[in-house]
């Protein structure tokens, strides 16, 4: 059986890619790891981070690098069902 993991509250810095410069900007993401390098193998957490920075209709390549976790607070539990 699988351990429940705990779900974060973040506010991150990114910088994200825009016609070949890097922007910068303060977001949010909920997630079930506090940790830089596991949020960026969550392709549910990254694709979540690419719905805010990106607008629907963008072509171009979506790459978004977390500089910085400013804080954390854990808001609850994962239900695990047995």
């Known amino acids: 059986m699988r351990q429940a993991r705990d779900i974060y509250y973040l506010e991150l810095k990114v910088d994200y890619l825009v016609s070949k410069h890097y922007k910068s ?40 690098i977390i500089k910085k976790i400013l804080s954390s607070k854990k808001i609850g539990r994962e239900v695990v069902n047995n």
């Open 25 to 64: 900007k303060e977001t949010w993401l909920v997630a079930y790891t506090d940790d830089i390098l596991e949020i960026l193998d969550d392709p549910i957490s990254v694709g979540m981070l690419n719905e805010q920075l990106y607008k629907p209709n963008h072509k171009g390549e979506k790459k978004v």
